[in-house]
């Protein structure tokens, strides 16, 4: 088999935000830990990126970075913009993480098939009920970073259940 069908054969997750500086790139890294874990890392490519053109370039948010390392998580992307054409060609699932990114996003597909890989992070989000989002913690503190890790990390393990189930070659546990 060809690395490239190797590739193909992996399922594709793209994480987004609106700076790819501090939910997005928490996400990816939170992912690929809880890939990682189950054993799955040969299965899955993940990645993140950003809605606006900011901090293309840069390492995330400080905070993100310290708050994520208490948790052990490795969070060192360099925030991408979203290529719409691209992505949407390379990737399985398009994750959002609130509903302005879902609007935004979801305008950019030029077919069902590709609206329909948009999803959101807050459908995942089983131990927080209340939760409609995963808020932006950029103009706010400690604690909304903290708030935002959770609410990452319980969506992630939710959404990689859910694509575990679907999947039959994937079943673990
Ligand atoms: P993120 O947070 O979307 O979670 O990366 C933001 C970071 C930067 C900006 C907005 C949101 N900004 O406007 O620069």
């Keep these: 088999m060809t690395r490239q069908n190797q590739d193909k054969e992996k399922i594709s997750l793209l994480f987004i935000c609106l700076g790819n500086i501090c939910r ?13 874990d189950a054993g799955l890392n040969d299965r899955f490519s ?38 719409a054409g691209r992505d949407f060609r390379s990737f399985d699932y398009i994750v959002v993480m609130d509903d302005d990114n879902y609007r935004t996003i979801t305008k950019m597909a030029s077919t069902d098939a590709d609206r329909r890989k948009v999803i959101k992070m807050s459908d995942y989000l089983k131990d927080h009920p209340g939760a409609q989002s995963v808020p932006d913690p950029y103009y ?4 909304d970073f903290e708030q935002a890790l959770d ?6 393990s939710h959404l990689l259940q859910a694509i575990k189930g679907k999947d039959d070659g994937l079943a673990m546990d």
């Excluded at 706010?140 to 604690?143: E, L, P, V, Y």
């Design 46 to 83: 993940i990645d993140s990126a950003g809605i606006g053109p900011w901090h293309v370039g840069s390492l995330p948010d400080r905070r993100m970075r310290q708050h994520g390392a208490r948790r052990g998580l490795d969070v060192s992307h360099i925030a991408r913009q979203f290529d």
């Design 140 to 143: 706010g503190d400690g604690a």
């Design 151 to 156: 609410l990452i990390e319980d969506g992630c």
């Design 24 to 36: 997005s790139p928490a996400a990816h890294a939170i992912m690929q830990r809880d890939v990682d």
